[in-house]
């Protein structure tokens, strides 16, 4: 069993190593890719059934490689684990990375990087399994800093294009931030449990840090005046090392950048997984953050208020993949606020169908990119559904999924959030975040509205369909985002009781009355949306405004631009910081530094110059000098002797 | 008798020897120097020291100035110094130098206390080629088959040198 | 039986001329001969010591210097010849490549 679980993370590694060392054709290195994330799949499959056949108490397999750093008090082993929290995550990754790989193998046929690309692409799945399999927290770091580094290679894919490069550096300075705070938790966590395990290696192990919490009960830091909790510390750092991962305000601006790069990266990396590393660390971490009353309300306020930034500025996008790339962030909101709430299940829910079916929708939207020759202005699309019928069905299936439509996936998992938000009293929370769903199925009617429906507004392509090995991963996760509620329906809640070994939750009660409004709610709004860029489709030109516009006005543009954010960023920090580049590149370089290193040669220079003179190259003069020295010497030796 | 012999043998040699040096022509100057080689050939007899009288006559004047001859008339190098001297400033100081060197030399030579003169019998044996010839293949064998071995280096270091279409 | 101190007067006199030699001249093969000069001034004080404290030893050094000096001697002029094939002259001062 120990062996099986190793195999999990291993498997996308093999594929890596042999796309780096051995594969040179664009097809093997295609074939050997996904079918290395799917054998994984299939691997983990086993070992979840394995787990589930397992006393649920015992459901916990932890397994040591080696002692990976041995210095005196600071012990950290290679240990990964296999419990039903890492198994759901595991079985989200493998099975959507598996399906995106295939997608892959159709949307970058012909590009003259695939080997390089199906290399980071299976690089990322074995860091991201040792993310969510990691028994301790450096383990963790180590999948998280390499999902980050396979994420800047993947952003940075296409590096020919200046914003590709730009969105990479971007993506990961902005990350540095948050992984700043996490090491300084990792400190944290150290110096007061002695250990960065999770939970004890094996039978009779010391107990890890995760085991141990009552441990800091009450312990206080700080300054005097104003003394705080060490585990609001500690789970503060966390969360701010969350909100760099999982695209939160403050630190989201990374993410709609970071669609300059492929599609099926956009799926896999900043939609299902990558970005949802945050929130699996904070329902990892749970006992810490439930510790901390302060940590929890930061946590749900900075979840709400992420989730209605990026929705209203999901609303006023034009870039098909920037509108997703909004939904994330608004939906990872949703999960931050769950986890902020203590519903922690229903944050994992919402992470699961979330990851299926904004997989979907970044997907289709990849076929519809593809199939309109590289065109991601929905301004310039319009009336694709008779050309494209099965990306247009899979796309609707995924855009009612995340509208929360009755029975989609993203209905139960939303409203398990909403119901929780309710029945323990976050009224403000579940008011921003009843609004923010409204919000979402506007955007994706808008969306659907401009891109199938009407007529084709830039005429310059013929739209194609993809090709199957595109659409069949499609009706997949279709497939999946129809059924994938299933998981945790109400009455059955199979989630929560799977999970109930790790998070200790019980199943909420289900709010018929709200499931009621917020189906009846999104239904409208969604049709609202649709019906207004349908009605008004004629209106909209290629780089003109949007129809609202007219009505709101100056909002719309604040939307349009997430509020400013990035500009007040790029107003203050990056100007400042361009300043002082500018300062040390034109000034300080060529003047002190170079000034200084040149004034050094310059000076050796000229004593060598006027020194060369010596050198006569007059074997006479030499023997002329040989002569005084002999002199010398002879003179100095008679003055002794004297 | 034996001072008369020395200070003419002597004049000769200093004769010899700045005449080599002012010698325009490199062919007198060889010449001038036999000369001189001479004279210090016959001093070195007057030192009690006839072998090396012998030695002196045979490789420095004998061996040695053929070579010097020899090379002289193979280049055509009598005269080069036609040409106006580049470092004429250097001649004065030269001529100083020279000085200084002269009154050092001999302030040094002259510095040494002088032993009482040998006996003859003591002398006799000394001038003895067999004394040198006995020391030479006893206690200075070594350095006696060394020089032969720089002997042999020597020459074939001349063949390699002068060997024609072969850069060195 | 002249007195030692004449001979090393000769000596030095000899010396500081094959000194000059050295300095003044630029004919290559006549520097060549101002160093042989040097060489048998040196030979000369060495000889006229020796007869004075006796030393056979002495007389032994000054026949290696005889020696090698011939080996020198012979060495030198062919590096000369060398020179010259490249040069086509014995000035020394032409050969100054190396001045700085």
């Known amino acids: 069993m120990e062996l099986l679980i190793w195999l999990i993370p291993l498997l996308p590694f093999i594929g890596f190593l042999l796309n780096v060392f051995v594969i040179r054709r664009e097809r093997t290195a295609g074939l050997v890719a996904s079918?290395?994330?799917?054998?994984?799949?299939?691997?983990?499959?086993?070992?979840?059934?394995?787990?589930?056949?397992?006393?649920?108490?015992?459901?916990?397999?932890?397994?040591?490689?080696?002692?990976?750093?041995?210095?005196?008090?600071?012990?950290?082993?290679?240990?990964?684990?296999f419990d039903p929290l890492t198994a759901v995550m595991a079985l989200l990754i493998t099975g959507v990375g598996a399906l995106i790989h295939v997608y892959s193998i159709g949307y970058m046929h012909g590009d003259p990087r695939v080997v390089r690309y199906f290399a980071y692409l299976n690089l990322f799945v074995t860091m991201m399994l040792f993310l969510v399999m990691a028994n301790n927290l450096l383990l963790l770091f180590l999948g998280w800093e390499g999902v980050g580094l396979c994420s800047f290679l993947l952003i940075g894919f296409w590096f020919e294009r200046k914003t590709a490069g730009e969105a990479a550096v971007k993506a990961f300075v902005v990350n540095r931030i948050g992984d700043a705070a996490f090491i300084l938790a990792m400190l944290a966590i150290f110096t007061y449990f002695g250990t960065l395990n999770f939970y004890s290696e094996g039978e009779g192990g010391a107990l890890g840090f995760l085991e141990r919490v009552g441990d800091i009960a009450g312990l206080r830091v700080g300054p005097n005046w104003q003394p705080i909790f060490v585990s609001t510390a500690i789970s503060f750092l966390l969360l701010i090392g969350a909100t760099g991962k999982s695209a939160q305000f403050p630190l989201f601006v990374w993410l709609p950048d970071a669609m300059a790069g492929p599609t099926p990266v956009s799926a896999l990396i900043h939609a299902a997984t990558m970005v949802t590393g945050g929130v699996y660390l904070m329902a990892r971490t749970e006992p810490l953050f439930v510790a901390s009353f302060t940590t929890q309300g930061w946590v749900t306020w900075i979840g709400a208020l992420t989730a209605l930034m990026a929705g209203t500025a999901a609303m006023a996008q034009w870039d098909i993949k920037r509108v997703l790339a909004y939904s994330t962030v608004s939906q990872l909101g949703f999960m931050v606020a769950a986890c902020g709430m203590g519903a922690y299940v229903a944050a994992i829910f919402h992470l699961l169908t979330h990851g299926i079916f904004k997989a979907l929708l970044f997907l289709a939207a990849g076929s519809v990119i593809h199939g309109t020759h590289d065109t991601q202005d929905m301004r310039r699309m319009g009336g694709l559904k008779d050309a494209m019928p099965v990306t247009f069905r899979t796309y609707l299936i995924g855009a009612l999924a995340l509208a929360?439509?009755?029975?989609?996936?993203?209905?139960?998992?939303?409203?398990?959030?909403?119901?929780?938000?309710?029945?323990?009293?976050?009224?403000?929370?579940?008011?921003?975040?009843?609004?923010?769903?409204?919000?979402?199925?506007?955007?994706?009617?808008?969306?659907?509205?401009?891109?199938?429906?009407?007529?084709?507004?830039?005429?310059?392509?013929?739209?194609?369909?993809?090709?199957?090995?595109?659409?069949?991963?499609?009706?997949?996760?279709?497939?999946?985002?129809?059924?994938?509620?299933?998981?945790?329906?109400?009455?059955?809640?199979?989630?929560?009781?799977?999970?109930?070994?790790?998070?200790?939750?019980?199943?909420?009660?289900?709010?018929?009355?709200?499931?009621?409004?917020?189906?009846?709610?999104?239904?409208?709004?969604?049709?609202?949306?649709?019906?207004?860029?349908?009605?008004?489709?004629?209106?909209?030109?290629?780089?003109?405004?949007?129809?609202?516009?007219?009505?709101?006005?100056?909002?719309?543009?604040?939307?349009?631009?997430?509020?400013?954010?990035?500009?007040?960023?790029?107003?203050?920090?990056?100007?400042?910081?361009?300043?002082?580049?500018?300062?040390?590149?034109?000034?300080?370089?060529?003047?002190?530094?170079?000034?200084?290193?040149?004034?050094?040669?310059?000076?050796?220079?000229?004593?060598?110059?006027?020194?060369?003179?010596?050198?006569?190259?007059?074997?006479?003069?030499?023997?002329l000098v040989f002569t005084v020295g002999v002199l010398l010497v002879i003179g100095f030796m008679l003055w002794i002797a004297r | 008798m034996e001072l008369i012999l020395f200070l003419i043998t002597a004049l000769i040699a200093i004769v010899g020897a700045v005449a080599m040096l002012v010698s325009r022509n490199a062919v007198h100057s060889?010449?001038?120097?036999?000369?001189?080689?001479?004279?210090?050939?016959?001093?070195?007899?007057?030192?009690?020291?006839?072998?090396?009288?012998?030695?002196?006559?045979?490789?420095?004047?004998?061996?040695?100035?053929?070579?010097?001859?020899?090379?002289?008339?193979?280049?055509?190098?009598?005269?080069?110094?036609?040409?106006?001297?580049?470092?004429?400033?250097?001649?004065?100081?030269?001529?100083?130098?020279?000085?200084?060197?002269?009154?050092?030399?001999?302030?040094?030579?002259?510095?040494?206390?002088?032993?009482?003169?040998?006996?003859?019998?003591?002398?006799?044996?000394?001038?003895?080629?067999?004394?040198?010839?006995?020391?030479?293949?006893?206690?200075?064998?070594?350095?006696?088959?060394?020089?032969?071995?720089?002997?042999?280096?020597?020459?074939?270091?001349?063949?390699?040198?002068?060997?024609?279409?072969?850069?060195? | 039986m002249v007195p030692t101190s004449y001979y090393v007067l000769l000596s030095a006199i000899l010396f500081t001329i094959g000194v000059l030699g050295v300095l003044l001249r630029r004919n290559a093969i006549v520097i060549f001969m101002a160093v042989e000069l040097m060489l048998n001034a040196a030979n000369l004080a060495l000889v006229a010591f020796a007869r004075e404290r006796l030393g056979v030893e002495a007389q032994v050094i000054v026949f290696f210097v005889i020696t090698v000096a011939a080996a020198e001697v012979a060495v030198g002029l062919a590096l000369l010849v060398a020179i010259f094939r490249t040069k086509r002259t014995a000035d020394v001062d032409e050969v100054s490549t190396l001045k700085g």
């Open chain 1, 404 to 623: 929360g439509i009755f029975p989609l996936a993203g209905f139960w998992s939303k409203d398990e959030i909403l119901a929780h938000a309710v029945g323990h009293g976050h009224t403000p929370i579940f008011i921003i975040l009843f609004i923010t769903s409204l919000f979402t199925a506007f955007y994706m009617g808008r969306q659907v509205a401009l891109i199938f429906f009407g007529t084709q507004r830039d005429p310059s392509y013929h739209p194609h369909e993809s090709p199957q090995v595109m659409t069949v991963p499609l009706i997949v996760l279709a497939v999946g985002a129809i059924i994938g509620g299933a998981i945790n329906l109400p009455v059955l809640h199979w989630l929560t009781d799977w999970l109930e070994p790790v998070l200790h939750e019980q199943a909420g009660e289900f709010n018929l009355w709200l499931a009621l409004i917020a189906t009846i709610g999104a239904v409208g709004m969604g049709y609202l949306g649709w019906w207004i860029y349908t009605t008004n489709a004629a209106k909209i030109k290629i780089g003109g405004k949007d129809p609202i516009y007219r009505y709101s006005g100056d909002i719309w543009e604040g939307m349009a631009e997430a509020w400013y954010l990035d500009r007040l960023y790029q107003r203050t920090v990056v100007a400042g910081f361009e300043r002082l580049s500018d300062f040390l590149a034109r000034v300080f370089d060529p003047q002190g530094v170079d000034g200084l290193v040149m004034g050094v040669g310059r000076f050796f220079g000229g004593l060598a110059n006027s020194l060369r003179a010596v050198q006569t190259g007059y074997v006479r003069t030499y023997a």
């Open chain 1, 35 to 81: 079918g290395m994330v799917a054998a994984a799949f299939v691997v983990t499959l086993i070992a979840v059934g394995v787990l589930a056949s397992m006393p649920p108490e015992e459901r916990r397999i932890v397994s040591t490689a080696w002692e990976w750093i041995n210095t005196g008090s600071f012990q950290v082993p290679f240990a990964i684990m």
């Open chain 2, 30 to 168: 060889a010449l001038f120097l036999l000369l001189n080689f001479a004279a210090i050939a016959v001093l070195f007899l007057l030192l009690q020291a006839p072998f090396l009288f012998t030695i002196q006559l045979t490789v420095y004047a004998g061996a040695i100035m053929v070579l010097f001859l020899f090379v002289v008339m193979l280049l055509g190098a009598e005269k080069v110094e036609d040409t106006p001297d580049r470092i004429a400033w250097q001649q004065p100081l030269a001529l100083l130098l020279g000085l200084a060197l002269l009154v050092v030399s001999v302030v040094v030579g002259l510095g040494g206390a002088t032993n009482p003169p040998p006996e003859s019998e003591a002398l006799i044996q000394f001038s003895d080629p067999r004394t040198l010839g006995a020391l030479l293949f006893t206690d200075y064998l070594l350095p006696f088959e060394v020089t032969g071995f720089i002997l042999l280096i020597a020459v074939i270091g001349v063949v390699v040198l002068n060997q024609r279409g072969r850069k060195i």
